[in-house]
């Protein structure tokens, strides 16, 4: 999702690209080079606020960042579930707060959350264990884990990721008016199940099987939620800020509880 909004938004912007191995990267200004879009590339892993701030303050360096589209992330079949909330939920923080010193009058965050965020019963979600990320990233690991740890083990992967999806989505709202302030702004894009390769891992947990749901009864392509995020980078969007952008091809709108018991089942 990242690389084909990058295709969008290389069209009229310089473009930096970060990922955590140098292997994705060479691929992917190799293929933006061939599109003639030229790419920098920094090695960053998002769990380290360090890194995070290197890449900000080296796009900084190469004129006023005008948006930072924030696609990293693990699902539940790639990571244990302290894994998927220290990348998911704390990388977002990470992120935000790395970009919210540079924010000026126009420039866009997006970060990309999940249709898994809106899943979720309310009763499951520690939300008031939220705001201990952006303070002490270790009591909120702790606090939410203990939520997690209340599944079977098996179960834990699959109930930390739409927390930590829900995180996305409940601090992209909270940093809105920070970055209002700065006449920037800041929104979450929870996307359905998309043909990446992570949505093609999950397709025999769940993803595939949601589609029965969905008023579109197909998984979305890349190039459809790159769309989605593109726009949301865009000057277009200047007034969208503080909300999240649901693009699930309908599944949310045509789910019920009694589906969700029986998907995971």
Same mark, same amino acid.
């Given at each position: 999702m990242g690389l084909a909004t990058a295709r969008i938004l290389g069209r009229s912007h310089s473009v930096l690209l970060a990922d955590i191995g140098h292997d994705g990267l060479s691929a992917a200004r190799a293929e933006l080079d061939g599109l003639g879009i030229e790419a920098e590339s920094m090695v960053c892993d998002i769990t380290d606020r360090s890194a995070v701030e290197a890449v900000v303050?080296?796009?900084?360096s190469i004129g006023p960042i005008a948006a930072v589209v924030h696609a990293a992330g693990l699902s539940?079949?790639?990571a244990d579930a302290r894994s998927i909330l220290t990348v998911n939920a704390l990388g977002t923080v990470n992120v935000t707060q790395a970009v919210l010193p540079h924010a000026h009058s126009g420039?866009?965050? $997006?970060?990309?959350?999940?249709m898994a965020a809106h899943l979720v019963p309310r009763a499951v979600l520690p939300r008031r264990s939220y705001p201990l990320a952006a303070t002490n990233p270790d009591r909120f690991l702790s606090r939410v884990m203990q939520r997690v740890n209340l599944a079977p083990k098996s179960l834990r992967p699959g109930m930390a990721y739409p927390i930590s999806k829900d995180f996305v989505v409940w601090y992209s709202k909270r940093l809105a008016s920070s970055f209002g302030a700065k006449d920037a702004g800041i929104?979450? $894009?929870s996307p359905g199940s998309i043909d990446t390769a992570m949505g093609r891992l999950e397709a025999d947990h769940g993803a595939a099987e949601m589609l029965k749901f969905a008023a579109i009864k197909r998984f979305g392509s890349v190039e459809e939620i790159a769309e989605v995020l593109a726009f949301c980078a865009s000057d277009k969007a200047r007034y969208l800020t503080g909300t999240d952008v649901l693009c699930d091809g309908g599944v949310v709108a045509g789910v019920r509880r009694r589906d969700l018991l029986r998907v995971q089942h």
């Open positions: 303050d080296r796009a900084a539940p079949q790639m420039l866009r965050l $997006v970060n990309v959350a999940s929104v979450s $894009v």
